[in-house]
């Protein structure tokens, strides 16, 4: 199978994988960060097959709805690629990509394996971009839906700097999502592209949050 077919392929599979999942990690997140991918890969030096694929399955399992597992999103895609008769060492790369793509795996200090590779560099950028911005907030509030969280509590303040596990088991507002996570990830882009775009995204979630206290406070 040629690397075009193999790409075909995959959107297939990833599709219907993922039917029927929640709104914020649905097929169309993943064709967004396919395509931010693709953007971003254009300005730095990755092999553009590894950045496809990797977009493509980077939350083919992700833990958070698998209870918590974190070995399935690698294993799941190791299965299909080996199917598809990928070599070993692309395998390999996608695994880790998935692994190490993640917000939460950025947090955990005993992690001491820490893979890097340009191709996840670039995959990341694009994911986090998702998190950013109007489609961010979307997706921040369809999650908390998902999770039955409030939407705000001015008695719960947000924590920063939380480590692995209490992120994970964070039952906070989803409005604390923003200082926990969304409005971190413009000083944590890796590329040149993917700072520029996060720049914008970050500021309309600024403006966003004035107008939600505005409004929560009466102000109009
Ligand atoms: P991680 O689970 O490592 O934070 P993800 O990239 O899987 O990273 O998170 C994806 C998206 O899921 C977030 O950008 C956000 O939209 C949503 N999400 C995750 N955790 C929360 C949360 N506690 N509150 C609201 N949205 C969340
Ligand atoms: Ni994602």
Request: glycine share 6%; proline share 2%.
């Amino acid at each position: 199978m040629d690397k075009k077919e193999l790409i075909a392929v995959t959107i297939n599979f990833v599709k219907e994988t993922l039917r029927g999942a929640e709104g914020g990690h649905d097929w169309y997140h993943i064709e967004r960060v396919y395509e931010n991918a693709k953007l971003i890969a254009k300005g730095e030096d990755v092999d553009t097959f590894i950045v496809e694929l990797g977009a493509l399955l980077h939350d083919i399992a992700d833990a958070k709805f698998h209870e918590g597992d974190e070995t399935i999103g690698p294993k799941k895609a190791a299965d299909f690629l080996r199917k598809m008769k990928v070599e070993e060492e692309i395998i390999d790369h996608i695994q880790n990509i998935i692994k190490y793509v993640s917000f939460k795996t950025s947090l955990d200090t005993e992690d001491q394996s820490k893979f890097e590779s340009n191709e996840l560099k670039v995959i990341q950028d694009a994911d986090r971009l998702d998190a950013l911005g109007a489609i961010g907030i979307a997706r921040a509030f369809n999650y908390g839906g998902y999770k039955n969280r409030s939407l705000y509590d001015p008695k719960v303040p947000p924590l920063v700097n939380q480590d692995k596990e209490s992120y994970k088991n964070s039952q906070a507002p989803t409005i604390n999502h923003f200082y926990e996570k969304l409005l971190l990830l413009k000083d944590k882009m890796n590329t040149k592209t993917g700072r520029n775009l996060a720049q914008k995204r970050h500021e309309f979630m600024q403006t966003y949050l004035n107008q939600f206290y505005d409004e929560w406070n009466g102000i109009r």
